[in-house]
């Protein structure tokens, strides 16, 4: 009887966390798409574009920062939750270690903001999206996830996103105004973050500054490969923009944009979801192989056929979807054929993503390391060769076929060895 309200207890508490971090993280997919029209409206397709460029630039930069603590970090968080002083030793260790590496990232900025002229025309756009990766820096919620603290990661995510958006709906109002959204966006974050690192450090009494220096180094050192990875990842789901605005303008970067905003809404959406289970994979994956294998199996099937229910929706209303981003008729017709077709490469992304935690679990770092590389390769290289041919065409195809090598690759890695991981 105690066992079955036990797991009654656990079973609840877990629904309880997912809602309240469904909650939480659906500001994240909201936020953005509460944005862009005003924008749009105001700035014109070519603000949005401009304004996605500087946030194309500061996700890069992020990956520089973040050095993988966002995806090692939880899982070590997780393995040692309830280890006080390991998890003070990792806290520590990451804020010293992002603050050393906010500084290589800025250098990175400055040096293409003064001296590559594509990035030279914006620069008060530039350095504002800076505050953006100053916030990640402070950015607390790995560790929050690693020990399934839910309800405070919900919480400072949604305060964050609220401020953010009352600002850019108050002080967006002409046209070059695009360039204060990323720097509303970026302060925001840092404030809340802040008041999160002051949550941990009041229960854990964590000390910011690491008295064995070399262990930074040292982090440095043996994640290097694995950052390297995710440089790559970072430049193949940005240079789609990056690229379109350097070969084609800002116009057609702003309509790439807008259909970015939908591919990204699920791109989070479904990182989100797997991040929630990814704590409890980790925990299970050490001793119960097999069951966490059908767990995994389980939470992936069913997010995968919620994806596909949400596209063909997207799929039916695709010209009331465009007209609430504000485009004008003429766009509208112009993108809505290719707007349906980049939906597949959300419906791919459940499935790709699904396996990349899966190969990241199983601790198959170097599998995952080349398969990020080949592909990345492979979509810059397509959409180079075909873009002043097929405009954003090659974008969306490109996408596709890169979403479709992940799956394959990750699968292959998985199916190598699984058999005698859960046996």
């Not at 997780?78 to 603050?99: G, H, M, P, V």
């Not at 995710?230 to 309509?255: E, H, K, M, N």
Request: hydrophobic share 55%; charged share 15%.
């Amino acid at each position: 009887m105690k066992k079955e309200k036990l797991l009654s207890f656990i079973t609840n508490k877990k629904k309880s966390n997912f809602l309240i971090y469904g909650i939480g993280q659906s500001f994240n997919l909201l936020s953005p798409l509460i944005v862009a029209p005003l924008i749009v409206s105001v700035c014109r397709e070519s603000g949005l574009g401009k304004l996605g460029l500087g946030f194309a630039l500061a996700l890069f930069l992020i990956l520089i920062v973040d050095y993988a603590f966002d995806v090692k970090g939880t899982k070590q968080v997780s393995e040692n939750r309830t280890n006080i002083q390991a998890l003070q030793e990792l806290l520590s260790e990451a804020l010293f270690t992002k603050i050393f590496l906010f500084f290589i990232a800025l250098t990175i900025a400055l040096l293409l903001v003064f001296f590559v002229p594509f990035f030279s025309q914006e620069k008060k756009l530039y350095f504002f999206s800076l505050t953006i990766v100053l916030a990640q820096v402070f950015n607390p919620t790995w560790f929050f996830q690693g020990l399934e603290k839910f309800k405070v990661v919900s919480l400072l995510n949604i305060l964050s996103k609220t401020v953010y958006v009352v600002l850019v709906f108050n002080f967006v109002r002409h046209k070059d105004d695009y360039v204060l959204a990323n720097l509303f966006l970026g302060c925001s974050a840092l404030f809340f973050n802040l008041i999160g690192i002051f949550l941990i450090n009041k229960k854990y009494n964590i000390h910011l500054f690491v008295h064995k220096k070399n262990r930074v180094i040292e982090i440095i050192k043996n994640d290097f490969t694995f950052c390297l990875s995710q440089l790559f990842l970072s430049a193949r789901q940005l240079s789609p923009l990056v690229l379109t605005g350097y070969f084609l303008g800002f116009t057609f970067a702003g309509q790439y944009k807008i259909m970015e905003q939908v591919i990204t809404l699920f791109r989070t959406y479904i990182q989100v979801f797997l991040k929630f289970f990814y704590p409890s994979l980790c925990y299970k994956i050490v001793d119960k192989k097999q069951e966490a294998y059908a767990y995994w199996k389980k939470y992936s099937f069913y997010n995968s056929i919620l994806i596909l229910t949400a596209l063909i929706v997207l799929f039916v209303f695709s010209e009331q979807v465009l007209l609430f981003f504000k485009l004008d008729k003429a766009s509208l017709v112009s993108i809505n054929k290719l707007f349906r077709i980049s939906l597949i490469i959300s419906m791919l992304m459940s499935i790709s993503l699904a396996f990349e935690q899966l190969v990241l679990v199983l601790g198959k770092n170097k599998d995952y390391i080349r398969t990020t590389i080949v592909v990345t390769i492979v979509n810059i290289f397509i959409i180079l060769l075909f873009i002043n041919s097929y405009h954003l065409y090659t974008i969306i195809i490109s996408l596709i076929i890169s979403e479709v090598l992940f799956i394959i690759l990750y699968y292959k890695s998985v199916i190598t060895n699984l058999t005698s991981r859960i046996n």
